[in-house]
Nanobody, 121 residues
Framework: QVQLVESGGGLVQPGGSLRLSCAASGSIFSITDMGWYRQAPGKERELVADITNGGSTNYARSVKGRFTISRDNAKNTVYLQMNSLNPEDTAVYYC???????????????WGQGTQVTVSS
């Protein structure tokens, strides 16, 4: 099993910044893609950004230019730097990791417990 623990959420004023972190631990053979999703009240969960183990990134159109995803493969950790936040960014943010626990096992998408980000004055 793989556990993902997120940190860094909170309350921030419009125009402010936050940095989210997510560390993976447990029985990890390899991790390919890691990412951040978010879910606002009454809406479906959506992809915010993801990153391959080679460093290739992909962003939702709504956050491009404001958010930056990065990862430290040695620490099995993914980060999300969020700048120029606005109230529409308010949501629970979840990290994900596509991981194998053994060399012969199929990859599985693991999820963190979520961290609340609230953008409000």
């Amino acid at each position: 099993q793989v556990q993902l623990v997120e940190s860094g959420g909170g309350l921030v004023q419009p125009g402010g910044s936050l940095r989210l972190s997510c560390a993976a631990s447990g029985s990890i053979f390899s991790i390919t893609d890691m990412g951040w999703y978010r879910q606002a009240p009454g809406k479906e969960r959506e992809l915010v950004a993801d990153i391959t183990n080679g460093g290739s990134t992909n962003y939702a159109r709504s956050v491009k230019g404001r958010f930056t995803i990065s990862r430290d493969n040695a620490k099995n950790t993914v980060y999300l730097q969020m700048n120029s936040l606005n109230p529409e960014d308010t949501a629970v943010y979840y990290c994900s990791a596509d991981a194998r626990s053994t060399w012969y096992g199929a990859p599985y998408k693991y999820w963190g417990q979520g961290t609340q980000v609230t953008v409000s004055s």
